[in-house]
């Protein structure tokens, strides 16, 4: 059984940074493409950032520059380092899973998500 679980999420000022990390159980971690997703009050879900099994790495154009995306299979676990946080990127962030190795791929697991909420 697959489980995603996040953490690092948090209240931080317009400007600051934060951590996120997804720890991953219940499946081969490394062949599958693995991604966050942001859901704000009254918006749809949006993907923020992907990577691939070899490690390619896709960005929203609203975060490009700000966010990196990163894996560490050793410890099946994926990262989201948010840098010059702005109020508008305050949502629920979830982690998810691929069921293919490119990013492109569908996401077919998600976690239950960590609140980010960047004060102004």
């Known amino acids: 059984q697959v489980q995603l679980v996040e953490s690092g999420g948090g209240l931080v000022q317009a400007g600051g940074s934060l951590r996120l990390s997804c720890a991953a159980s219940g499946s081969i971690f490394s062949i599958n493409a693995m991604g966050w997703y942001r859901q704000a009050p009254g918006k749809e879900r949006e993907l923020v950032a992907a990577i691939s099994s070899g490690g390619s790495t896709y960005y929203a154009d609203s975060v490009k520059g700000r966010f990196t995306i990163s894996r560490d299979n050793a410890k099946s676990t994926l990262y989201l380092q948010m840098n010059s946080l702005k109020p508008e990127d305050t949502a629920m962030y979830y982690c998810?899973?691929?069921?293919?190795?490119?990013?492109?791929?569908?996401?077919?697991?998600w976690g239950q998500g960590t609140q980010v909420t960047v004060s102004s």
């Open positions: 998810a899973k691929g069921g293919g190795s490119s990013y492109l791929t569908n996401y077919n697991y």
